[in-house]
């Protein structure tokens, strides 16, 4: 019979919002070899997202930190210190996201999602993980919840307390099946990734509006229009600090450069936007639309690049004949392990190795994402795929 994750005893919730609190989460965290940390940030309320809530948890009691409220800074040293262990849950989001806010590279990391993988577990969200290992139940979810809004709800906190609270036990059972199975290296070798991540700085692509479908329908005048909506829109999210989608839907532009309207009664009609945004927004909508009709017309849209929005161009056919001796050597692998073929290697991995094409160890050492453990475990039979003829690979 499964637990319900509030049934937690008599074990201690602290929000920290003051001095002493922070004192006393300090002192817990410094006298604990090993303890388990989530977050919380306000992402998809907010143009610039950051982290709003950092929950703790110590073998005794579960921790809420409010970063509106208290410093991270003091933390930082305490989480970089290599000889605590910091349990937590898909953890590159947190990673990514305390380096980018605070500065902090984690000394010693366990995965629970990343081991769960290793393990090649049928189910690896944390749900799921927590009641086919523990029995434990989680039955709040305010995920999307605006984290950066003040007061936190009840409900809020009791999200944020579940989602840590139980990190510890998880991440013992599945150190424990680790050990058994002989893949503590492996698990050990993906933490230190997660740990080595590096975030991107944030840079909006004015060319963005190419990739929305209604770009490759509208006609030259249209796709100047729905540039300049693009344009207008992203720079009111930046004024309000709010995610672009929620400033104005792309339903709203690509109809609104479809229907080319001159007037706020125009505007009315448009869907995708509810009346109060139209009065609101219906001015700079307007201009907007203007200034894309006295636009040269912009090219016809083209694919783009997932990220950098260049032009996509196949890779030479000698690339690609490599990359699928590869992907072939990584699915027998991965079926043999029982894992995901993500496990083996990702894809911008593989795709790095066939475009460098190395010879041996030494110039596949040299292949971004080729680190020690993974060129030990399979740079021998990744040179082996190279060379065999592609029908005979896996």
């Known amino acids: 019979m499964s637990v319900d994750a509030r049934e937690h005893g008599a074990r201690p919730e602290h929000y920290v919002a003051d001095e002493a609190s922070f004192a006393r989460l300090l002192e817990a965290v ?15 309320h907010a143009y610039f997202e950051k982290v709003c809530l950092v929950q703790v948890a110590t073998a005794e009691a579960d921790w809420a930190l409010d970063l509106f409220a208290v410093p991270f800074a003091p933390l930082v040293p305490l989480l970089a210190d290599a000889r ?25 990391i366990f995965d629970t999602h990343a081991a769960a993988k290793v393990l090649g577990l049928p189910r690896v969200g944390l749900g799921s993980l927590l009641e086919d290992e523990l ?31 139980w990190l510890l036990p998880l991440g013992e059972k599945l150190g424990r099946i ?18 080595a991540k590096q975030p991107r700085e944030r840079q909006f692509d004015p060319e963005g509006w190419q990739r929305m479908k209604a770009a490759r329908t509208l006609d030259a005048r249209g796709r100047a229009v729905l540039r300049a909506l693009y344009l207008f829109r992203d720079q009111r999210a930046r ?15 690509a109809e609104t450069a ?8 125009d505007l009315a009609g448009v869907p995708g936007a509810s009346a109060h945004v139209v009065r609101k ?25 997932r990220r950098e929005g260049k032009p996509w161009a196949p890779p030479p056919p000698e690339v690609e004949e ?9 699915k027998q692998r991965a079926g043999a392990r029982g894992v995901e073929v993500q496990v083996i290697a990702p894809n911008a991995v593989l795709m790095a190795v066939a475009q460098r094409a190395p010879g041996d160890l030494e110039t596949l050492a040299q292949v971004s994402g080729m680190d020690e453990f993974r060129l030990r475990q399979y740079g021998t039979e990744m040179l082996e795929a190279l060379r065999a003829p592609a029908e005979t690979v896996g």
Request: charged letters at 35%; hydrophobic letters at 40%; proline letters at 5%.
């Open 239 to 253: 004024e309000l600090d709010r995610p672009a989608f929620k400033v104005l839907g792309d339903l709203f532009l």
């Open 258 to 265: 479809r229907r080319l309207p001159k007037g706020e009664s």
């Open 322 to 330: 490599r990359y699928e001796r590869l992907r072939k050597w990584r």
């Open 178 to 195: 680790l050990a058994e199975r002989g893949r503590i290296a492996e698990a050990r070798a993906e933490f230190a990734r997660l740990i």
């Open 135 to 165: 029995e434990v139940r989680l039955t709040a979810d305010e995920q999307r919840s605006d984290w950066g809004k003040r007061p936190l709800s009840a409900a809020q906190l009791e999200y944020a307390y579940a989602d840590v609270r």
């Open 281 to 305: 927004l219906g001015p700079g909508v307007l201009e907007a639309v203007r200034e894309g009709m006295s636009a040269d017309p912009p090219a016809r849209a083209r694919p783009q690049g």
């Open 30 to 44: 410094a006298a604990a070899d090993r303890i388990a940390l989530d977050t919380e940030s306000n992402g998809f």
């Open 84 to 108: 605590r262990e910091v349990v937590l849950h898909a953890a590159e989001y947190d990673v990514l996201c305390l380096k980018r806010d605070h500065g902090l590279t984690f000394g010693n």
